[in-house]
């Protein structure tokens, strides 16, 4: 199996609301990672969790909050977000931390903030 | 710093033709350089890495690169264009030199359009 999974696919959210997105891989994988892309534009690195640790922080504002809860599972709480929030949040994986691997991706979820 | 550039914005090339995909790169040490492809509402998928060794290196999907240290280039080439390979290609590389602030760093992307 070397299938990234993204849930939800879309979101649409307010600013007052909580909601979480969730990614799951099942490749054995030791790091995941969170990325945000706006329209044609390249990925943006958010978070990096490596063996269930966060391991790098890209100055990403409170309101995201990561979570690893086990080796399979990576979550992003989401909470007063506003509406440049707006973007497809990425989520990948990859054998470890070191960039000599590569990284598989998920579909990515859509979320919009109104 | 570590950066790579894509110096085309879109690139257009009749079905059966040759493409090239450009991508230049500024890194201290040794590249680390990858491809991956865009789909439209879908993620990021690896297309091939260099490393170290060949400098020809063949990925998935019939594509290939080249790794030039002379021009600092890693271009993104195939034999004979699909339709189906249109697409957003982006040039990545690697980010930093210690473990734990590892990180790819993508290029702006590439539009690929293939015609019939």
């Known amino acids: 199996d070397t299938e990234v999974t993204q849930t939800p696919k879309h979101l649409v959210m307010g600013m007052t609301n909580k909601k979480s997105l969730k990614c799951e891989q099942h490749m054995g994988h030791r790091a995941m990672y969170w990325y945000k892309q706006k329209a044609k534009k390249p990925p943006e690195l958010m978070f990096v969790y490596s063996y269930e640790k966060l391991s790098i922080n890209e100055s990403v504002p409170s309101r995201f909050s990561p979570e690893c809860p086990n080796s399979s599972l990576l979550n992003l709480h989401l909470h007063a977000l506003q509406p440049e929030d707006s973007a497809l949040y990425l989520c990948?994986?990859?054998?470890?931390?070191?960039?000599?691997?590569?990284?598989?991706f998920g579909p990515g979820t859509r979320l919009t903030v109104t | 710093a570590q950066s790579v550039a894509q110096p085309e914005d879109q690139v257009n090339v009749a079905e059966g033709n040759p493409l090239t995909v450009k991508c230049t790169y500024s890194v201290s040490g040794n590249p680390y350089l990858f491809w991956y492809v865009q789909y439209p509402n879908r993620g990021l998928q690896f297309l091939l890495k260099?490393?170290?060794?060949?400098?020809l290196v063949k990925g998935s999907y019939g594509f290939e690169a080249e790794f030039n240290k002379s021009q600092t280039s890693f271009h993104l080439k195939k034999p004979s264009a699909l339709v189906s390979d249109s697409a957003l290609y982006f040039c990545a590389v690697r980010g930093a030199l210690s473990y734990n602030t590892d990180k790819l760093i993508f290029g702006t992307g590439t539009r690929l359009q293939v015609f019939p």
């Open positions: 990948a994986s990859s054998q470890g931390q070191a960039v000599s691997y590569e990284q598989y």
């Open positions: 260099y490393i170290t060794g060949d400098n």
